[in-house]
């Protein structure tokens, strides 16, 4: 194959492996093979177009025409002229083919269905990334840059899937820009030769080979590896510097991070565009499925988390330290023992297309039984993925307590706690003064601070003239807010936010809480849950209750009973020793607690209550298994940073503990490998090799850069004349005291040496670098025996390798 032909082929590779990180995006994944033909037939046409003796920007012209007859031919076969060519109607049906594509992103929610639109935005995306790449790296001759379009194609697939593209898509693209850089080096070669090294006389493949091949890099591959540290930095900083990419809370992997060991914090999540996505989504379809004895199927809500900061610009929850999930989770704070509590077991199921890091519970729960990787963070008692957990395909079981507090209760709630009514009644100085002045009006002649919230509810949800809509503009800032009260339409966001806001000014407590509501009743005594069942609603804080849920959204949910005239009474139960609920119609799926044997109750290990006294652990700890894979990877880890160091010491007391042989050949191995470790000491101290210089120059060079002391200057110019010796005279002598004068070089460039310049000579020396070109160097002589093996073969009359004319 030629030079061309193999840049070609390595340039289709690096932009399909590219083009795999818009996989997750779209279901199903066959447009890939679409994208792939339709490359294949773009590259061939430049293979062709590049035959005849054409200025370069005709092929690339020729490319382009061929890449718009494709689309037209598989977009607009209707509209084209003979089928084929791309009139006007057929510009005109991709442009709106375009339009309904962007649409489309808009409308649907990671991973979205591949509609005529999105596939033309993924099919063209990738033809025109292929376009620039083999125009680039094949045309023009210069793969580095090639790099930018790659990594543009990987950076909208990162900043458009939930959470960020996984690690295995941007190794799979990073691994196809090397290819690239890797075929255009062996190109260059093929062409131009190596460049010389002062090592002619050494054997391909032996040590001393080894030891002085390589050199400064050349420019292409100076230029490829600057890209690539661009692009890998872009890589990193694209996806935090664009939020409003992510894709959420509610339809992807979220933005939590538990840290294993008992450590592990909760970042922060802005819910609001993910939200309004789901709620807009032309299908409603299924995230979650469960079965629950609760007697009250309406107010069985699914909570993700609690945005309990508001900074005036956004809603979001506070950053907490994580635990290990606890066999029983403490009793929820601020619930007295004077309310009446029946304790539910439910069944929950996600489905195959539901990733998100933050587990879906009933509040409060009061035990979770589910496998896998998961972290408790108490204050907000929620359940967060550690390593990459998610909720993809989750199957477990929840005890949760349902709170059945009376108007009177709720009423005389006592004052909060001094801490806990500091932190949730903060608003920022940027609130409009009518929040504050709509809040006073509205709940004027309330006696309580129940009264004050049951007034705000009322208000929103059927008192103050708002209406629900969900394609209004987003927002959850104060300037929202204010705009919320003024226009009097919005959806659950505005609504939640907005009394949480008010609630606050008022002295009361609260948050905002972001889930699902209770979902729609199936056939089976199942309740499904779907996209459109997203929602928000605020908790406010009442002491003896706790947080306590309101539902202000006009059309949703359901308006807790506690917030109604005549709310039920209720009588006195412990809630650490909940009643039990009696299930209006038994479920196919039985609870725990009436399924467990009685001497598992009486160990508390049916979801119930523990007896007293200590109760052995039934936990066998972490698998042996499992220690020792983590003790790998931390001394992987640990090791990783030093190997170049390693490395460098290694080189270094090879070459300097060569036998003093009696041969030519040993004395030139020695000589040779002195001199180069002298240049790779200077190359780590700053002073970069340049082998276009006899040994001589080279010498004076590295004594004037390295500003050396005369005696460290004289034991360059030794051992620089030992290998002028070797190399070019007659009847050369061996050099003596080679490895002392190593040394001196050594010390007299550490000693001229600033303290961060040592100390990256020895931590990360810059000759390192060596042993990639090494392996790069057997990757192509591996090829290469491959390929004249396969000349070898029977098939060596139609595999024939072509002129480099032809190429």
């Not at 963070?377 to 998610?390: A, N």
Request: proline fraction near 8%.
């Amino acid at each position: 194959m030629s030079g061309r032909g193999r840049l070609t082929l390595c340039a289709f590779a690096a932009t399909l492996m590219a083009a795999g990180s818009m996989l997750p995006l779209v279901e199903p994944a066959g447009w890939i093979l679409q994208a792939a033909l339709l490359l294949a037939v773009q590259s061939g046409a430049g293979v062709l177009a590049r035959r005849v003796p054409m200025p370069r920007m005709l092929v690339v012209a020729a490319q382009t025409l061929v890449t718009l007859v494709l689309l037209t031919v598989v977009f607009a076969k209707g509209q084209a002229l003979v089928g084929v060519l791309p009139g006007p109607e057929a510009v005109q049906r991709l442009a709106d083919l375009l339009t309904s594509g962007a649409e489309d992103v808009g409308r649907y929610a990671a991973p979205a269905p591949v509609t005529d639109g999105i596939r033309l935005m993924l099919i063209g995306g990738v033809l025109l990334v292929g376009l620039v790449v083999d125009a680039l790296a094949v045309t023009f001759r210069s793969a580095a840059p090639a790099g930018l379009p790659l990594l543009a194609l990987y950076s909208v697939a990162a900043g458009l899937s939930e959470g960020g593209a996984d690690w295995l898509w941007f190794l799979l693209a990073a691994g196809g820009y090397l290819l690239l850089l890797l075929a255009e080096g062996r190109d260059r070669l093929s062409q131009w030769g190596r460049v010389f090294s002062g090592a002619s006389g050494a054997p391909r493949g032996s040590a001393v080979g080894a030891a002085v091949s390589g050199g400064r890099p050349t420019a292409p591959v100076r230029t490829g590896r600057r890209i690539g540290a661009l692009a890998l930095g872009v890589s990193l900083v694209v996806p935090a510097a664009l939020p409003a990419l992510d894709g959420g809370l509610l339809t992807g992997t979220g933005g939590g991070n538990g840290k294993g060991g008992g450590g592990g914090t909760i970042s922060a999540v802005n819910p609001l565009v993910s939200l309004q996505n789901n709620l807009n989504q032309p299908e409603n379809r299924q995230v979650l499925s469960y079965r629950t004895d609760s007697g009250d199927p309406q107010g069985f809500y699914l909570r993700i988390l609690a945005l309990d900061q508001f900074n005036g610009n956004e809603w979001r929850p506070s950053t907490r330290r994580l635990q290990d999930v606890p066999k029983r989770l403490p009793t929820p704070e601020g619930l007295g023992p004077d309310v009446l509590v029946t304790e539910v077991n439910s069944t929950i199921s996600a489905s195959r297309s539901y990733q998100q890091t933050y587990l879906p519970l009933p509040y409060p729960a009061s035990e979770v039984r589910i496998g896998g990787r998961w972290r408790y963070e108490p204050r907000g008692r929620t359940l967060v993925g550690d390593g990459g957990e998610t909720t993809r395909g989750a199957q477990y079981r929840v005890s949760s307590l349902v709170v059945q507090p009376t108007a009177d209760q709720l009423a005389a709630a006592g004052p909060p706690p001094v801490a806990l009514r500091r932190e949730y009644t903060r608003v920022p100085d940027s609130l409009p003064k009518v929040v504050r002045e709509t809040a006073d009006k509205v709940t004027k002649g309330a006696g309580n601070a129940y009264e004050r919230a049951v007034k705000l509810q009322d208000y929103f949800a059927s008192e103050g003239g708002f209406s629900y809509n969900t394609s209004v503009t987003s927002g959850t800032g104060s300037a929202a807010i204010g705009r919320f009260l003024e226009e009097k339409q919005g959806f659950c966001v505005h609504f939640s936010f907005t009394m949480a806001a008010m609630a606050r000014t008022l002295g009361i407590p609260a948050r905002v809480a972001v889930g699902f509501t209770p979902g729609t009743e199936q056939p089976d005594g199942s309740v499904s849950v779907g996209l459109r069942d997203a929602h928000a609603w605020p908790e406010l804080y009442f002491e003896g209750v706790g947080w306590t849920r309101f539902e202000p959204t006009p059309t949703r949910g359901t308006v807790p009973p506690y917030t109604q005239p005549d709310a039920p009474a209720g009588g006195a139960v412990d809630p650490v020793l909940p009643e039990r609920g009696a299930s209006a119609a038994p479920t196919a799926a039985p609870s725990v607690s009436d399924s467990c044997p009685a001497q598992l109750r009486k160990q508390g290990e049916c979801g119930g209550p523990a007896a007293p006294g200590v109760v052995t652990p039934t936990d066998s700890g972490t698998p042996l298994g499992t220690v020792l894979g983590l003790s790998l990877v931390a001394v992987v880890i640990v090791m990783l940073p030093l190997l170049p160091l390693l490395w460098r010491l290694r080189v270094r007391r090879r070459r300097l503990g060569f036998s003093a042989g009696r041969t030519r050949a040993d004395a030139t191995a020695r000589t040779l490998a002195a001199w180069q470790e002298i240049i790779d000491t200077a190359w780590d101290h700053g002073i970069e090799p340049d082998d276009s210089r006899t040994p001589r120059k080279a010498a004076a060079r590295v004594v004037r850069l390295g500003r050396l002391e005369p005696d460290e200057a004289a034991a360059v110019h030794r051992v620089a004349g030992a290998v002028e010796q070797m190399l070019y005279a007659r009847e050369p002598r061996s050099g003596t005291g080679l490895a002392a004068d190593v040394e001196a070089v050594r010390a007299g460039l550490r000693a001229s040496a600033g303290r961060l310049a040592r100390i990256r000579a020895v931590a990360a020396p810059r000759s390192a670098i060596r042993v990639m070109w090494a392996a790069s160097e057997r990757w192509a002589a591996f090829t290469a025996e491959g390929a004249a093996r396969l000349r070898r073969g029977p098939w060596t009359g139609w595999l024939r390798r072509p002129s480099r004319q032809q190429g």
